[in-house]
């Protein structure tokens, strides 16, 4: 697969070292007799590939590990991971694939929220446990019209092991209102179901603290000149440009507003976290801000067996902003189908599929992340958000554990 380097056997023992204590094997002995799949769908080609793959590669491991502590005995876990290239008619055809073989139990994805809107019905509708470790829209667990109508859970087999634009989107508008002493907001975002949500959350959370949204525009995905509007944002002397969509957008506007002389931060969500967003924007993008769902993990000690082992694997790409909560979401897939084993340790098939599904929304560990769980909607229980700072060409945390009470 394009950019993508399997972990050699030898690394392989290399992750059981790190993560295992007295691990010296990633095989399953010999008592394995149920062969049960986890499905990965996210980009592991095209532009956001390097996301995609931080989240796979994090699954392999977890999954490795699984096998090598024959976590659930007679089970051995196997790996399918499908590319969906950011497309969402693609990831529901994956999602399709997934729900038609019988040996899979869970899926780990998709990155996007879009992808997520047409995945997870079909998902639902197989029985089939997912946990995204990246959807953000608020509406995929709580339903489109929840401002209105209020929170309604939308599909019984859907988790996620991170927070929404409901969190980060607000957050970052507090920490620009009451740090930055921002007052005049210039919003854009992309027509995607992640960044419009995204650039919603903001605008009004912005204008609820007392700021104003002095321009509004959209911009389809794949948009590469943002001269004109550039000039159009620059002649409404905002304090804050924030940007609801992904780096590919993100980083040629960034320069653009550099370009026009527009000297404030441009800020995002964590579609703009990423190094592509750095190397597109140019040396221009030192003080630009991004939202991160989740916890910082850089810092966290439960990560630090995690990111040793995720290096000694060999692989070319980063972890990424979504490596550690992929892992997440695939211990407690593993974690689930543990849980339906032990109610019952001859199920298969449709019966284990179902089991595993059920048993998810009562799964609870801690993980690399902190505190995994969900609630009645399948949210996390763990709400909070970090906010990023782009310092001498590098994302750097500033707000490694943000809650909407602390600005």
């Not at 080609?45 to 491991?61: F, M």
């Not at 040996?103 to 995945?119: D, K, Q, Y």
């Not at 211990?331 to 179902?354: C, F, H, M, P, Y």
């Amino acid at each position: 697969m394009t950019g993508f380097s399997r972990p050699r056997a030898s690394a392989l023992g290399v992750v059981c070292a790190v993560l295992l204590s007295g691990c010296s094997s990633g095989v399953l002995g010999s008592g394995s007799t149920v062969t049960v799949v986890i499905g990965v769908d996210g980009p592991l080609t095209g532009k956001l590939a390097d996301l995609g793959l931080g989240i796979r590669n994090s699954a392999e491991l977890a999954i490795a590990k699984a096998n090598a502590k024959n976590v659930v005995p007679g089970v051995k876990f196997v790996l399918d991971a499908k590319d969906d290239e950011a497309d969402e008619q693609k990831a529901k055809s994956n999602g399709d694939a997934f729900a038609a073989d019988s040996r899979v139990m869970g899926v780990v994805g998709p990155l996007t929220s879009g992808g997520a809107l047409l995945m997870a019905p079909v998902m639902a509708q197989a029985g089939l446990a997912e946990v995204s470790p990246s959807n953000t829209a608020p509406g995929l667990t709580w339903g489109a019209d929840y401002r209105t109508n209020g929170k309604k859970r939308q599909y019984p087999t859907y988790f996620r092991t991170v927070t929404t634009d409901a969190v980060q989107g607000p957050l970052l508008a507090r920490y620009a209102h009451s740090r930055l002493k921002a007052g005049r907001a210039a919003v854009i975002s992309d027509t995607k179901a992640y960044g419009s949500n995204l650039a919603a959350e903001f605008a009004t959370a912005f204008e609820e603290v007392g700021g104003k949204v002095v321009y509004r525009t959209t911009v389809k995905p794949g948009t590469t000149d943002f001269a004109k509007i550039a000039q159009l944002i620059a002649a409404q002397d905002p304090d804050i440009v924030y940007y609801g969509g992904e780096h590919p957008e993100g980083g040629p506007l960034g320069a653009a507003l550099k370009a026009a002389g527009v000297k404030v931060p441009l800020a995002g969500g964590d579609g703009l976290h990423t190094d592509g967003f750095i190397k597109a924007a140019g040396t221009a993008s030192d003080g630009d801000l991004a939202s991160q769902p989740g916890i910082s993990v850089e810092g966290l000690a439960s990560a630090f067996g995690y990111l040793d082992a995720y290096r000694a694997a060999g692989y070319k790409e980063e972890p990424g902003p979504f490596g550690a909560y992929g892992y997440d979401s695939t211990w407690a897939v593993i974690q689930a189908v543990a849980k339906a084993r032990q109610s019952n340790e001859d199920l298969t098939g449709a019966e284990l599929r179902k089991a595993t599904a059920d048993a998810l929304q009562n799964v609870s560990f801690f993980g690399v992340t902190g505190d995994v769980s969900f609630d009645e909607f399948g949210d996390t229980h763990n709400q909070v958000a970090s906010i990023y700072k782009v310092q001498k060409g590098a994302w750097t945390s500033i707000v490694p554990f943000g809650r909407l009470r602390d600005f």
